[in-house]
Structure formats: C-alpha cells, structure tokens
C-alpha cells in the first residue's frame, strides 16, 4: 500500500504512515460476491412435509408432464435411496392394477410383453410369488441399467455427477410405466416417454447436453446389437467352416 502523503510504501494494516505520521484510510475487504443457493423442490425427497401419498402424486405428476422442470429442482447428490424407493412402488403398482384389468378382461386378452398371464394369475401361490419377485427385479433393473448409463456417459465427458445422480435420473424416469395400465396402446407409450424422461434427466442432473444424455443411452444397446450380431456371424462361420470340413462345401449324395 502507497501512502497518499507521502508516497512511500507502507505495511497493508498500518493505521498511520511510519514516514509521515498521516493517519491512512482503513481498506476494506471486498466483499465476496453472494452465491445463490439452490432450492430443491422433489416432492418425494421432501415427502416428510406433505405425507407420503401427496408426495408420490406430485412426483408422479411432475416426473411424467414436467421433466425438465423437475430434474431442475431435485438435488444432483444425495437422495438416491429414495428415489429408489420411489421406482419400486410406482413399478409395483403399476404392474399391480395392469395384472388386475388382465384378468378381468377374460383369457382372451394377451400380456402386453408376449404371452397370456391369466396361467400364472389364477395359481395364487405363482401370483403371490409373482408380486414378491416384480420390486426385487425393478430394483435390480434400476441398478444395473444406471451402472450401465452413467459408465457410458462418463465415457463421453458428461458425467458432472455419482453413480447415485445417474440412478436418481433413471429412478424418476420409471415413473412413465405407470402408462402400462392402459391396454394395448400403454406399453409403447411407457417406452417411449421412458426414454425421453431418462435422456432429460441425465441432461439436467449432470448439467450436460442433450446430445451426451441422448447417447449414454443409446450406445449401450447399439453395442449390444453389435456383439450380438458379431456373435451369430462368427457362429455362421464356424458352421460354414464344419461343413466345408465334413461336407466338402457340396450337397451331392
């Protein structure tokens, strides 16, 4: 600091000039500019407030009709568990009252995923085990298809958060199977706005683009088709190899 008398150099905390004795102005530090603190508004993350069934039919509500605003208000880290929750009782009921409509439709009615339910829904004891095993599965299900996002979006530079960020967004993004109620037309439906729930929740809760969110999730099931194809066409090769060896490669007798 120079002393404005003098024009000397003086300690930064002196009250007075150690050359001229002028009394120097107190420097103040600057103050820090205010950092704006984000509110988290997620019903179910907030459910202690609201009650649990008001909680789950605002989140419900917001997830599948207001995505984007949403992801915005629920907190990237923390709060994983519950919305783990969260996807096993939106999948539960859903698959619950779908298996209801099923079998009082009658037999003639088909189990949207292929097959006809109406065996395994009259054997109580295969019914009951059947609705013991669909939140274990939708759990698994959640679990491993969030390792399998977040790795491939951190693969291409998106991933600004945990695994837990990648499993809120693929959590909340089940909410659109609650579509398979509808016959006929609600499983496609439930795919579709699946999809594009999940895309702009990874968007918003990794703070990334659209584009990134938009291939994690689509390159693990392109390279899924890959190796699959990979794999029937080197067993197509090998088979050709086994008859051109045994057969000679010609059909005559």
């Known amino acids: 600091m120079i002393c404005r008398s003098c024009y000397r150099e003086v300690p930064p905390a002196a009250a007075f000039c150690p050359h001229c004795g002028v009394r120097l102005p107190a420097v103040r530090a600057a103050a820090a500019p205010a950092v704006p603190t984000p509110s988290w508004n997620n019903p179910w993350e907030q459910r202690g407030g609201r009650g649990i069934v008001a909680a789950f039919a605002e989140t419900l509500q ?32 859903s698959s619950l009252v779908a298996a209801i409509w099923v079998r009082a439709m009658g037999r003639h009615v088909q189990w949207e995923l292929g097959g006809n339910l109406m065996p ?17 599965e939708i759990a698994l299900w959640c ?87 990979a794999a029937v066409s080197s067993m197509m090769f090998m088979l050709g190899k086994v008859w051109h060896q045994f057969f000679g490669g010609r059909f005559e007798v």
């Open 62 to 93: 917001q997830s599948l009709f207001h995505p984007a605003a949403f992801f915005r208000g629920t907190a990237p880290d923390g709060g994983a568990r519950a919305a783990l929750l969260y996807a096993v009782i939106v999948g539960s009921l």
């Open 143 to 229: 679990l491993l298809l969030a390792g399998l996002h977040h790795a491939t979006l951190a693969v291409l530079g998106g991933a600004r958060g945990t695994y837990g960020t990648t499993l809120k967004a693929v959590c909340y993004s089940l909410s659109a199977i609650s579509f398979i109620v509808f016959p006929v037309c609600g499983l496609p439906l439930a795919i579709v706005w699946m999809v594009c729930t999940l895309v702009i929740g990874m968007r918003e809760l990794h703070q990334t683009s659209t584009a990134r969110a938009f291939w994690a999730w689509l390159l693990p099931y392109v390279l899924f088709f890959c190796m699959v194809g």
């Open 120 to 136: 395994l829904l009259e054997d109580r004891v295969t019914g009951l085990g059947f609705l013991v095993m669909v939140p274990l």
